[in-house]
């Protein structure tokens, strides 16, 4: 199962994730360095970066950023980010799916 999450700021652009590109998510767990998103439960805002957990924080790092910082209570893992989609078409003007080589 896949899902599409729009990004809106630059902090992994570096890796491919440019702004408004849409993040493909794939629902598979994810593991310490794994980029992720996760979703904040109280308000269904959502947030993307490289995943670590432990002692009840979840942490997402970006590249060249502070990394942001949840309480695992507050916030639902969505997956793991497996490829972007751009605004590049396919013949059938279809987006196109790059995979993240990370």
Known sequence: QYQAVRIKNTHLEKIGLTQNSLA???NEDV????????????????????????????CL???????????????????????VCDTEKNSEGKLIVKALEI
């Open 24 to 26: 493909i998510v794939a």
């Open 31 to 58: 593991k310490r360095g794994d980029l992720a998103v996760v979703l904040q439960t109280n308000d269904g805002a959502v947030f993307c970066g490289f995943y670590d957990s432990d002692f009840g924080i979840v």
């Open 61 to 83: 790092e970006g590249i060249d950023s502070e990394p942001q910082l949840f309480d695992e209570k507050d916030v639902k893992i969505l997956g793991k980010i497996v490829g």
